[in-house]
């Protein structure tokens, strides 16, 4: 049974999301795995697999941007981690068992 109150980890995930060259927003390469910023208190990540494959300047933009109210960072940030899920699909690091 999956406790719904504790976010999911998976360091594969993390790897796969790692793994991919380009960030999903600005294409520019080299990524890391920014977590959702919903959801979860001061210092705690929401579940590994909310994360999106973004550049370190897309990923500074988004936590801490001042050209974005915070409603079109979330936004853009769940954009990110749809196209982070559809490229992980599309070479095969997921899918269905």
């Known amino acids: 049974m999956i406790d719904k109150h504790q976010p999911f ?3 594969p995930w993390l790897r796969a999301v ?13 990524v890391e795995a920014a977590h959702r910023n919903r959801g979860k208190g001061a210092s705690m990540k929401t579940s590994d697999c909310l994360t999106a494959a ?3 300047e897309c990923h500074t933009n988004i936590d801490q941007g001042k050209t974005m109210t915070r409603e079109e960072r ?13 490229k992980l699909a ?4 997921v899918g269905v068992l």
Do not use: P
């Open 9 to 11: 980890r998976s360091e």
């Open 18 to 30: 790692r793994s991919l060259e380009y960030c999903v927003i600005c294409g520019a390469y080299g």
């Open 54 to 56: 973004l550049c370190r």
């Open 74 to 86: 979330r936004t853009l940030l769940d954009h990110a981690i749809i196209l982070t899920v559809e």
């Open 90 to 93: 599309q070479i095969g690091a």
